[in-house]
């Protein structure tokens, strides 16, 4: 069969990098896809969002199974433009409708729909530059510190946490005044909760689902995580405090109200729900959900999945995930990611990558990366993921920061403790 894969960052190579492994597949086009991604298939030229190239392209190359990398299309109907269309609506889509979407894409839209089915997360309100007044009196009483979220998507960056009163009240102003564009048209105010943070991420058909490999990245660009927030600068599956006691806890009081929630709601929902917690004293809280895999968490977790995932995929579409086998390797993955230098603020672009010839010992997925009159070379801020699987974390750890070293371009940067805080 051909299947088409939308997206071009790490997440999608890892993707990719799996997908081409099964006999299932014929023919694996990646759009727009990336350097790395032409190893594994053929890159098409198609952004994301263009869902009536995406269309032409399925229907003039057979394509029998699409999968939606980042959650942008996702968020804008995707699924829903494919089911309206008669020519289109027998190809499975993986990934949410529209609706099922605003669990990523609206941050109010999640908080009602946990409180409603009894889900653990943090106390929330919500706020608009009607209610301004209300938000900023709210704040007076909040205890400290408080996290402020754009309700809609914000490239990452919607979330500030604030330690003063006046902090909050003026990052409130801001954000209700167009800091992040429409994405903080409403602003959610939430309590901040202490604890260690968990990625746990879920296949679903809609009935049944699987727990994949759970991961934890790292966001601050410094070591000894300093610095400030980025997309991730590395991961680590399995995560050693994400006990079978724990994870339990997780499916009986997360997974299984958000599957039966969805159904209770009539949201229609097949694909990856990504689930951000926060361990606080062994009790699990959903931070946020998304609709789609993380990054770099994916380069971590599909190494350890020995099931043919294409198999998995098939599951979703034709809702009989639950007769699929998932096999999970013991071992643990290590993901170190090398990013431009200036990242996350501005970075330099265009700088010629060489090494990659001597990674011994484990998995290079390219994230940020261009191919130019055949070389390759930087084109995002982060660029590459380097992933390695070791008997034990730290074997894993070593091996990846090592092939790490052994890749260079101008300005390259990585954090070599990743998962130091867990050994």
Not at 57 to 84: Q, R, T
Request: proline share 4%.
């Amino acid at each position: 069969m051909n299947i088409l894969l939308l997206g071009s960052g790490g997440r999608e190579s890892a993707f990719a990098w799996k997908i081409a492994q099964s006999p299932l597949c014929t023919g694996l086009f990646i759009a727009p896809g990336n350097a790395g991604t032409g190893t594994y298939g053929i890159n098409v030229n198609l952004q994301v969002t263009d869902f009536h190239g995406i269309k032409k392209f399925v229907l003039d190359n057979s394509i029998s199974l699409v999968v939606v990398g980042p959650e942008e299309p996702l968020v804008k109907g995707i699924y829903d433009y494919f089911k309206a269309d008669e020519h289109l609506r027998n190809i499975p889509i993986i990934g949410p409708g529209q609706e099922g979407a605003q669990l990523e894409g609206s941050k109010n839209f999640s908080k009602a729909f946990m409180r409603r089915h009894y889900i653990p997360t943090a106390a929330s309100s919500s706020f608009t530059k009607q209610s301004i007044n209300d938000g900023l009196a709210y704040l007076e009483t909040h205890k400290l510190p408080v996290v402020l979220k754009a309700d809609g998507l914000a490239a990452g960056k919607g979330v500030v946490i604030c330690q003063t009163q006046e902090e909050a009240q003026a990052e409130l102003i801001a954000m209700l005044d167009g800091k992040f564009g429409e994405a903080s048209n409403t602003v959610v105010i939430e309590e901040f909760l202490s604890g260690i943070e968990l990625s746990v991420f879920v296949l679903t058909d809609g009935h049944s689902y699987k727990i994949l490999p759970e991961a934890k990245d790292y966001k601050r660009v410094g070591e000894g995580d300093t610095g400030l927030n980025t997309g991730g600068m590395g991961s680590i599956s399995p995560v050693p405090f994400a006990s079978r006691e724990f994870m339990q806890k997780v499916e009986d009081t997360i997974i299984k109200p958000t599957i039966g929630g969805l159904k209770i709601d009539k949201i229609h929902y097949k694909g990856f729900i990504f689930i951000g917690l926060m361990n606080v004293d062994g009790e699990p809280f959903v931070i946020e959900y998304n609709v789609r895999m993380g990054d770099p968490e994916t380069e971590s977790v599909m190494p350890r999945i020995e099931s043919d995932f294409v198999e998995l995929l098939l599951g979703v579409a034709n809702e009989n995930l639950a007769q699929k086998e998932l096999v999970i390797s013991p071992k643990t993955a290590a993901t170190v990611m090398l990013v431009s230098s200036g990242y996350p603020g501005n970075y330099l672009k265009g700088k010629v990558i060489s090494g990659l010839d001597n990674i011994r010992g484990s998995h290079v997925f390219h994230a940020g990366t261009t191919l130019e009159d055949s070389q390759v070379k930087t084109s995002g801020g982060r660029v590459l993921a380097v992933t390695a699987l070791g008997d034990t974390m730290f074997d894993a750890v070593q091996q990846a920061v090592a092939d790490a070293g052994r890749v260079y371009y101008d300005g390259r940067y990585f954090r070599a403790d990743i998962g130091f805080d867990l050994l």
